[in-house]
C-alpha cells in the first residue's frame, strides 16, 4: 500500500470548510496501534474529500470571478459589463440605482469569449459579440472542441426582456446607426450593415480595396469616417450616406490612421506614419516617426499640426486603448512617449499651444475625456510606480492630481453620464467594475458577488523589491513570501510575456496575468518564495527601458535580469540556495527554457508555457515581430534555447495549445524532441484546441495543478 505524502495531508487542512464537511459517515473502527488500519483509516478518510486535496487548494486562490468590458448608454443611465466565472462568460446591466442582473445565461465554460458591449441610442438594446477571431485558417477559437463548430458572430438584446439573446449575423465591432435601428459591423475586412431581426441578411455598406476597418459616424449622421489598410500604406476615407460616395482625405504613400471628427463634423484629425518601404520588416522594438494630421473636408486643405522629435510613433499608438480625440472644447488629445514616458498631449487643432497634460515620471495607459470636454481622468503608475490609479487632469492647463490611491490598484476609468467608474483589484480581489467616489478618493465595488470557494485570507501581500542586473540596471520585482512559514524553502523566478507587460502589486488587469498571480500566491503559500522579475523591454519604467538594446533575438540581454532575480532569491536566509525553479509564458516561457540551458547550476526545474526556443524559425508568428533579417538568422540563434542544450539537465514541464496563434505550436514540438533525444526529463501537457491566452477556466486549472505537483517533486 502506498504512503500517504505528508504534504497532501497539510494542504486539505488549508481548505477546512471544503474538507469537513465531506468526512460522510464513514462506519468504520479503527484499532489505533495497527498501522495498516491507519494507512487504511488515512485512505479512507482522504477518500472522503472532495476528488483531489491539491484542486481544492488551487480552486481557493483561482475561482474568483473577473470583470471586464464596460459600456454605457449614451445618457448615463444604464452600464453594462462582462463577468466571467470559472470561465463561464456573461453580461450583467445596472440601471439607475438597481442592482446589477444578468441578461445572458451561457452556462458551460468553453471558452467562448464575449466582448465589444455597445448600448443602443436609446440605451434599450445592447449588441455584443460572442467568440473569438479566426486564425490564418479560417477558424475561429473552439477550445471546448465543440462537435459542431464556433463562430464570431453579433447577439442582439432587449435589456427590458427577459429572453435569450439573439444571434444576428457573423462578424464583429458592431456599432449603431443613429435611428437604433440598424447597425453596421465589420467582416472579412469589409464593413457591412444590418438590422436587429434574427438571422439578417446584411449587405455591404460600401465595397473598397483594402482591409477597411474603424467606422466612426458623423457628428449629425450623414458620413462614417473609416481607415483603408492596403497592406504597404493605408488611408483615410468618409463615406457619404446621402450621395454614397467615397472621398479620400489626404491620400499620401504612408499609413494614415485612426481617424477622428472634429465637434463640427467639418474636419478630421489623424495619425501618419511612413510606408513600408521595398524589403523593410515590422519591428516593434524600434520607433518610428509620426505626424499629427488635420485636414477640413469641404476644401481639402490639410495640415500637419504635429510631428514628432525623433522616432517616437508605433508603441503609444497600438498599446492604448485611445490613441486620439478630438474633444467638444476643441482640443485634439494624443498619446506620444517623445519625452521618454508614454503621455497625453493637447494641442489646438492649429497646432499651437501644445501640452504636456500627464507629466512626470510615470506610463499613462488610457484615458476619458469628461462630459465637460475640460478634463480627463487617466489610468498610470505616477507616484507608485507598483500599481495603477486613476488621475484628473486639465485639457488645456495640465496640473494632473491623484483621484484614487492607496493599495489597490485602479486601472480603465471609465464614464456614464457623470460618472466615473474604474477595474479595481487589489492584493487579495480580482479585478471588478467599481464607482470613483472622487471626493473620497476612494471606489466602490457594483457587484459584490457570493464566493464558494476563493480565500481571500490566504493571500499574502507581495512585497516591492528592487536589485540590480549585472550591468548596473535597477531591476524591480514583486516577492511572494509567506513570513509565517520557518523553514527554509524553494525559490521560484516568475517571467512575464509580451514582453511589453508590467506586473503589479495585486491582481493584474488582464485575464492571462491576473491567473499567473493567482499561481505565484498559491505557491507562497505553499512554502515557496516566488520572485515576479520586471525584466527591461516591459513598460511601466520608461521607453528607453522599454526599448533596452540587444534584446530577445538581438543578444537576449534582458536574461541577465532574470539571472539576478535567482541571486536575490538564493541571497535570502528564508531561501534554499540549491532549489531555485523558474517559469513564465509566452515570453517568460522563452526566459524560463533560457534559465534551463544556460544555468543549471541555478535553475532546477522549470515550467515553460508556450515559449519561444528559436528565434530563426520563421512560423508567422512572434518571430515575426522583430524584423529580423537574413544577416541576423544566426545571430537569432545564438540568442534562442536551442543554440545550446548541453548543459540542458534539469526537469521541464512544457504546456502548449496546439491552436496558438501568436506562437507556433512548432516551437514546442521541436525543443520536446530536441530534449527527449538527450534523455532530459520533459513533462508535457498539449491542451488540443486552446489558444495563446488559454481561455478556458478548465485548462488553467489543469495546468496550475500539474505546475504544483511538479514543482512540488522536483524543488522539494
Known sequence: MKEIDNVSIANCYLAPHAFAIRILRIGIFVI??????????????????????????LEQFLTAPTESGFASSKDGKNIGWVINDRGKRNIVVKTGTDLPRFVTDYPADDGQEISQLVFSPNGLKILFVRGGASNRAGQNPNPSSISEGVEQAIYFKDIGNKSAPSKIVSGNSPLFFRDGLKFLFSKGGQIFESTLEINAEPKPFFLARGYNSRPLFSPNGNDVLFTSDRGDHSFVGIYSLISKTIKWIAPDVTFDQLPVWSPDGKSVAFIRMPGSKIGELENFTIG???????????????????????????????????????TTTNRILFHSEH?????????????????????GDGEVESFVVDASGQNIYFDGNHEDVNRRHIWKSSVVNGNPSAVTNGEGIEMYPMLAGSDVYCLRSSFNSPKAVARVEESKKMTAQLFPQKLVAFNSSLFVKPEAVTFKAPDGTVIHGQLFINRTIAIKRPGVVYMHGGPTRQMLLGFHYSDYYSNCYAFNQLLANQGYAVLAVNFRNGIGYGRDFRMTKNQGPRGATEYQDVVAASKFLQSMPEVDAAKIGLWGGSY???????????????????????GVHDWSFDGQDATNSWGLLKSESELAKKSSPVADLSKWIAPVLMVHGDDDRNVNFQQTIDLVERLRAKNVPVELLVLP??????????SWSRIFTAAKDFFDRKLK
Open 32 to 57: 489505533l496501534n495497527s498501522s495498516t488500519m491507519k494507512k487504511l483509516f488515512l485512505l479512507l478518510f482522504l477518500s472522503a474529500v472532495e476528488p483531489c486535496c491539491a484542486q481544492t487548494l
Open 288 to 326: 518610428l516617426p509620426f505626424s499629427l494630421v488635420v485636414a477640413e473636408i469641404e476644401s481639402g486643405i490639410t495640415k500637419v499640426i504635429w510631428k514628432s522629435p525623433t522616432s517616437d510613433g508605433g508603441f503609444a499608438q497600438s498599446y492604448s486603448t485611445n490613441p486620439i480625440t478630438w
Open 339 to 359: 519625452t521618454g514616458w508614454n503621455h497625453v498631449f493637447s494641442i489646438n487643432p492649429d497646432g499651437s499651444d501644445l501640452k504636456d497634460i500627464t507629466p
Open 588 to 610: 517568460g516561457g522563452y526566459l524560463t527554457a533560457m534559465g534551463l540551458t544556460r544555468n543549471p547550476e541555478i535553475f532546477k526545474a522549470g515550467v515553460d508555457l508556450h
Open 689 to 698: 484546441d486552446e489558444v495563446h491566452g488559454f481561455l478556458r477556466y478548465e
